[in-house]
């Protein structure tokens, strides 16, 4: 059973830091690229951070970039998103997604996480 549980939001001040946890099983996960992706009130899901497999490379959304960290312990079948620099417009909920490289259709999602920041 595929299972994709996402941890480690709340509230936060801005300026602030927080460190977002991904926890997966059921599946290989050293194979798949795994990503955050988030979303607001109103607005569409949008990709925050991505790493891939192999090479283990990132990218991230502009909006973020020198902020977000992502990276991925393929020993725990972990991935975290730490966030520093917190602004009011990285308010949202965030959602963990592993995807395979090879197949559209192994593509799982946690059940999000909320992150306020506010004052």
């Known amino acids: 059973q595929v299972q994709v549980v996402e941890s480690g939001g709340g509230l936060v001040q801005p300026g602030g830091s927080l460190r977002l946890s991904c926890a997966a099983s059921?599946?290989?996960?050293?194979?798949?690229?795994m990503s955050w992706y988030r979303q607001a009130p109103g607005k569409e899901r949008e990709l925050v951070a991505i790493i891939t497999s192999a090479r283990r490379s990132t990218n991230y959304a502009d909006s973020v970039k020198g902020r977000f960290t992502i990276s991925r312990d393929d020993a725990k079948n972990t991935v975290d998103l730490q966030m520093n620099s917190l602004k009011p417009e990285d308010t949202a909920v965030y959602y963990c997604n592993a995807k395979h490289p090879a197949n559209n259709y192994l593509n799982y999602w946690g059940q999000g996480t909320q992150v306020t920041v506010s004052s």
């Open positions: 059921g599946f290989t996960f050293s194979v798949y690229a």
